[in-house]
Nanobody, 124 residues
Framework: QVQLVESGGGLVQTGGSLRLSCAAS????????MAWFRQAPGKEREFVAA????????YYADSVKGRFTISRDNAKNTVYLQMNSLKPEDTAVYYC?????????????????WGQGTQVTVSS
């Protein structure tokens, strides 16, 4: 069975940093594009960042561009999200997701697998 397990969430002050990790198992990790999405209460789940199978290409939401960095270590079956200069509006549950097919990586539709999420809270 496929599992995606997020970790690294927590409470941080405005301007602080967190590094999220997503450990994958039960799939050929290098065969999947990976992404991070987030969802705040009462809001739609929104795209944050994505990275292609080899890590050659990355994509970011405008709201996080320049502050967040997505990366992956295929030898460790892990994708990361380094979050710097955090703002209260970054507060959300962060989910990692895996998609075998390329294309439309910025949409939550079409992703094959999802983690359970990890809470990130940024206090002002």
């Amino acid at each position: 069975q496929v599992q995606l397990v997020e970790s690294g969430g927590g409470l941080v002050q405005t301007g602080g940093s967190l590094r999220l990790s997503c450990a994958a198992s039960g799939l050929t990790f290098s065969g999947y594009n990976m992404a991070w999405f987030r969802q705040a209460p009462g809001k739609e789940r929104e795209f944050v960042a994505a990275i292609t199978r080899s890590g050659a290409n990355t994509y970011y939401a405008d709201s996080v561009k320049g502050r967040f960095t997505i990366s992956r270590d295929n030898a460790k079956n892990t994708v990361y999200l380094q979050m710097n200069s955090l703002k209260p509006e970054d507060t959300a549950v962060y989910y990692c997701a895996a998609k075998r097919l390329s294309g439309a990586l910025l949409s939550r539709h079409g992703y094959n697998y999802w983690g359970q999420g990890t809470q990130v809270t940024v206090s002002s």
